[in-house]
T-cell receptor, first 113, second 110 residues
């Protein structure tokens, strides 16, 4: 979906260093999501926003932070990257409630060394 | 336990053939189902949504839902090499977030 953009597309990070991933959308949708996708696994929901309200999943609560200064922009922040954070990170707008379809950005592939 | 299970894990069909994907959920509260497709290097893109029992057809794609058996399927007729991708089933309750399956990888050979 070209209405959801992610930057950077590829990110190389060192263990213990912070990582900040960016997502933007042009549709001004109320909801935005961040997923982590590893090979042979289902996309795993990390957190989502409804308007300015942040909801973080219980099992990733302490590992990921986020900010959403306006409806068009959302970030995903890792304070101290570990090897296990290597994955594709997908941002999506819309969806999750009732019959609303989600629209994903192209993803950011993060490699932690 | 994975709430949305997909089969097979991978699938290979010849060009022009029929590709079929299966998805079973373990949560009877799921009411809404989607099929997403992800090509290499891209994010998932919604193919179809299906919310009512029965068939839904869009071009070469047909989805079938049976809520009583918690089963949803996707069929692609006249498969093309460009259909080669990872296919995800997704489901949600009316007031909750979407849950994805682990995906089925389709390879369509010319």
């Amino acid at each position: 979906d070209t209405t959801v953009k992610q930057n950077p597309r590829y990110k190389l990070a060192r263990v213990g260093k912070p990582v900040n991933l960016i997502c933007s959308q042009t549709m001004n949708h109320d909801t935005m999501y961040w997923y982590q996708k590893k090979p042979n696994q289902a996309p795993k929901l990390l957190l989502f926003y409804y308007d300015k309200i942040l909801n973080r999943e219980a099992d990733t609560f302490e590992k990921f932070q986020s900010s959403r200064p306006n409806n068009s922009f959302c970030s995903l922040y890792i304070g101290s990257a570990g090897l296990e954070y290597s994955a594709m990170y997908l941002c999506a707008r819309g969806g999750g409630f009732n019959q609303d379809t989600q629209y994903f950005g192209p993803g950011t592939r993060l490699l932690v060394l | 336990q994975q709430k949305v299970q997909q089969s097979p894990e991978s699938l290979s069909v010849p060009e022009g053939g029929m590709a079929s994907f299966n998805c079973t959920s373990s949560d009877r509260n799921f009411q809404y189902f989607w099929w997403y497709r992800q090509h290499s290097g891209e994010g998932p893109k919604a193919l179809m949504s299906i919310f009512s029992d029965g068939d839904k057809k869009e071009g070469r794609f047909t989805a079938h839902l049976n809520k009583a058996s918690l089963h949803v399927s996707l069929h692609i007729r006249d498969s093309q090499p460009s259909d080669s991708a990872l296919y995800f089933c997704a489901a949600s309750e009316p007031t909750d977030k979407v849950v994805f399956g682990t995906g089925t990888r389709l390879q369509v050979s010319p």
